[in-house]
C-alpha cells in the first residue's frame, strides 16, 4: 500500500473530497497548492503536509513538490474560464505544466501517476452510442485540446520510464460546490423559472464527486497493469427533463418544463452567445464504463439518486435564511 501520495488542487472542489477520502482510508496526503495564502480555511490543516507550487506554467519546479512521495494524482488545471482566455494559457497550464511534472515524477521514482482529464477530449457529444475507450479522439477547444496534449505526453513518459499510469476522462462532476454549470442549472430550479426542455430527449451521464473520488481511490489502490485510460460516471444515465424534474422533487419545487423544439434552442443559444451552454443541456454525452468497472473491480458505490439528494441538501443549507 503506497504511503504518501501527492495531490495537486488539494483545496479545489474535487481535491478537498478526495483529501478527506483517502485520510479516511489511512493514507498519508501531501498538497500541492499556489500558496499557503490560499488554504487558510481550509478545515484539514493539521492532518496535510502542503507544499507550495507557485501558479502552474511550464516554469513550475517540481522537483522538491514530489519528493518522498508514492503516488501522484494530478488534479490542478485551467478549467473552462471565459471566451476572451487565450489558447496559450490553457496550454501553459495543462499540457507544459503536466509534462514537467511527469518528469519530475520519474526522476523523484514515483511509482504511480494519475491524471484527472475530461471527457471533453472525446468530443462535446456522444451521439446515440456512448463513448468507450477504443473510440477515436476529437477533443474541441483549448481547454479539451491542451488536455489531450497532457495525456499524450505522460503516455510517452509513463511507457519510457515503466510509471504506472492512470487516466480518468470524467463527464459533469457534480457535488458539494458552491459553483459550477450544475449549481447553476439548480439555482434555475429552485427559482422556478420556466425552463424549455420538456422535448428533450437525450441521455448525459454525470458523476458525483463522491463516486469519482472512490475511483480514484481504487486506481492508487489497486494494480493497473501498466498505463489505463478509464471512464468514470454514476452508472445510471438520465435526460435533462428528467434530470431537472428529480431535481424539482429534491427542492420541493415543481419543475417548469415547456417545450421548445431543439432546432430553435439551438438557434436562440448561437445568437445569444450561449451555443456551448445549450449544447451541454441538449446534447445526449454518454460514457460507457464497462472497461474501467472490469479493469479494477469497480462500480460507483453511491447511486444517482443517493448523489442528487445529498447535493441538493448541501444546496439548501447555502440558501437558508
Not at 501520495?5 to 482510508?25: D, K, S, V, Y
Not at 503536466?98 to 518528469?103: I, K, M, S, V
Not at 509513463?158 to 480518468?168: K, R, T, V
Amino acid at each position: 500500500m503506497p504511503k504518501r501520495i501527492l495531490i495537486t488542487g488539494t483545496n479545489g472542489f474535487i481535491g478537498r473530497h478526495l483529501t478527506r477520502c483517502l485520510l479516511e482510508a489511512g493514507y498519508s496526503v501531501v498538497g500541492a497548492v499556489r500558496s499557503c495564502e490560499s488554504i487558510k480555511e481550509y478545515d484539514l490543516l493539521d492532518d496535510i503536509e502542503f507544499r507550495e507550487s507557485g501558479t502552474l506554467s511550464k516554469q513550475t519546479f517540481w522537483d522538491p513538490i514530489v519528493k518522498g512521495v508514492d503516488v501522484v494524482i494530478h488534479l490542478a488545471a485551467a478549467v473552462h474560464m471565459n471566451k476572451f482566455t487565450p489558447s496559450a494559457h490553457y496550454f501553459d497550464v495543462n499540457y507544459e505544466a503536466t509534462n514537467n511534472l511527469a518528469a519530475s515524477c520519474v526522476t523523484a521514482g514515483v511509482s504511480r501517476m494519475i491524471f484527472l482529464s475530461t471527457i471533453g477530449v472525446m468530443g462535446k457529444s456522444s451521439g446515440a452510442i456512448p463513448f468507450n475507450v477504443m473510440q477515436p479522439i476529437r477533443p474541441m477547444g483549448p481547454y479539451a485540446e491542451s488536455k489531450y496534449h497532457a495525456e499524450l505526453a505522460l503516455q510517452r513518459t509513463a511507457a519510457e520510464s515503466g510509471m504506472e499510469l492512470a487516466i480518468i476522462r470524467p463527464p459533469l462532476v457534480y457535488g458539494l460546490s458552491r459553483k459550477g454549470n450544475f449549481i447553476r442549472l439548480l439555482s434555475l430550479v429552485n427559482s422556478g423559472v420556466p425552463l424549455p426542455f420538456a422535448s428533450l430527449h437525450n441521455k448525459k451521464s454525470l458523476v458525483s464527486v463522491w463516486n469519482l473520488c472512490d475511483l480514484i481511490e481504487t486506481c492508487v489502490k489497486r494494480p493497473l497493469n501498466g498505463r489505463q485510460v478509464l471512464l468514470v460516471s454514476d452508472g445510471d444515465d438520465i435526460s435533462t427533463p428528467d434530470l431537472i424534474s428529480r431535481l424539482g422533487v429534491l427542492l420541493q419545487r415543481p419543475a417548469r418544463l415547456i417545450r421548445v423544439p431543439v432546432a430553435l434552442l439551438k438557434i436562440i443559444g448561437s445568437v445569444s452567445g450561449q451555443r456551448d451552454a445549450i449544447d451541454k443541456l441538449v446534447d445526449s454525452l454518454q460514457l460507457d464504463i464497462g472497461y474501467t468497472c472490469g479493469l479494477l473491480r469497480w462500480k460507483p458505490p453511491m447511486s444517482l439518486d443517493e448523489g442528487l439528494a445529498r447535493t441538493v441538501n448541501a444546496y439548501r443549507e447555502t440558501i437558508r435564511p
